[in-house]
């Protein structure tokens, strides 16, 4: 019997899932779902972020290992941070024409506009008092936070990526500078530790169409809670808001991720996407360019032919700090809560949003709902009333999906366009 695809067997899982979730929302099945569904979610998760730390540190130390020509760091470095400063520029300008031109917020009625913000004011001040925390921060705190003082604190904790990465290229350049005969032990080591958790991550995307399935399943129960009709009057009143963010995100990966591929590589569209598909759902079902790095790492690497030097510093790197999915909705975001509010912006206002928007997606972190903690700063950088985010909290969670698969996809481009840009660079 021929072998169902990965990706589709994605897509069942999250179908099923789907259909399952809606079934169990309306029959009240919530506590079952929570406790005899949902476990397996987490332990789906949970397994691909225990391999993040230790995928990343062994593929990029023996990668940078392996670099004979140390100029090829750099030279990938500035490539990849001016390619993905680019695209998520264009993506926050793309979101800026779609919610100026569809004016979303002027559809609101005022009676929605009173019951969201009576309704979701608690998670207002929650989601604010953490951008307090941000906000105190100094100018160069990012890269003092990039540089720890004890490696094994950073691997703890998946939040601390690019501290890995940070240690990982120190410990690779260091390979590089000894002797070959006294650091060969230490780079076989992690040659075939990199080996080997490649492996892992092919066992654990065994369970993804059960894990897939359980995370839509929750996703659904925690969405609807204990009334189902409250979603769907939601989804009516914000139908124009949520069409502009997706509108915008198709436009964004139609028009810059397929044109840069065409442009810049050799690859077609059609396998680019058929290899990355199973991140793009993963990334869909878990809202977490975090907790997909794993799989975009593999499918980079052995779908797209993407080397482990570039994917294991493209995509780490991506996965932090470029998310032009975010950035786009974020945009929309600001300016639809604007317009509900009956304030215009101004040249002057939409230049401050494309900047700040850029900064803030960088900053971050690549886990579920942190861009909407971001657009916080982002309203008080344009003088709107930062509780206006009660207005779009309720459907937060499904653009969320939507914007973590782009934000992968951008990841997985830019790895695809540094590595044909690397090959062009060496043939010559
Ligand atoms: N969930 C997104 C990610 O992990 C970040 C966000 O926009 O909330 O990429």
Known sequence: MRKIELHWQIIIGLVLGLVYG????????????????????????????????????????????????????????GKTIAIYIFTTAIAVSIGLISVNTLRPGDKIPSEMKIKLQSQYNSEVNKKSSNVNNIKERGPLQPLIDMIPSNFFLSASNNRNMLQVVFVAIFIGIGIVKTPRNKGK????????????????????????????????????NKITGDNPNQILELLGALAFYMFAVIIGLIAHALFTYNGLIKLLTNMSIKKFYKGIAPAQ??????????????????????????????????????????????????????????????????LEEQLIIIITTVLASIGTAA??????????????????????????????????????????????????????????????
């Open 22 to 77: 809606i079934i169990s929302t309306k029959l009240g099945w919530g506590v079952f779902t929570f406790n005899w569904i949902a476990p397996f979610g987490v332990i789906f998760i949970n397994l691909l972020k225990l391999i993040a730390v230790p995928l990343v540190l062994s593929s990029l130390i023996s990668g940078v290992a392996s670099l004979s020509d140390m100029n090829k760091l750099s030279r990938i470095g």
């Open 185 to 220: 032990l230490v780079k076989d080591f992690f040659q075939s530790l990199s080996e080997i958790v490649v492996k892992l991550v092919d066992f654990i995307m065994i369970m993804a169409p059960f894990g897939v399935f359980a995370l839509i399943a929750q996703t659904i």
């Open 281 to 346: 759902l993963l990334a869909f079902s878990t809202s977490s360019s975090g907790a997909t790095l794993p799989v975009t790492m593999e499918r980079c690497e052995e779908e797209l032919g993407v080397s482990e030097e570039v994917s294991s510093f493209v995509l780490p790197l991506g996965a932090t700090i470029n998310m032009d999915g975010t950035a786009l909705y974020q945009a929309v975001a600001a300016v639809f809560i604007a317009q509900t509010m009956g304030m215009s912006l101004g």
């Open 367 to 428: 886990v579920p709902g942190a861009g909407i903690i971001m657009l916080v700063i982002i309203l008080e950088s344009i003088n709107v009333p930062s509780q206006g985010i009660a207005l779009i909290l309720g459907v937060d969670r499904i653009l969320d999906m939507i914007r973590t698969s782009i934000n992968v996809t951008g990841d997985a481009s830019v790895a695809v366009i540094i590595s044909s840009l690397e090959d062009k660079f060496s043939k010559k």
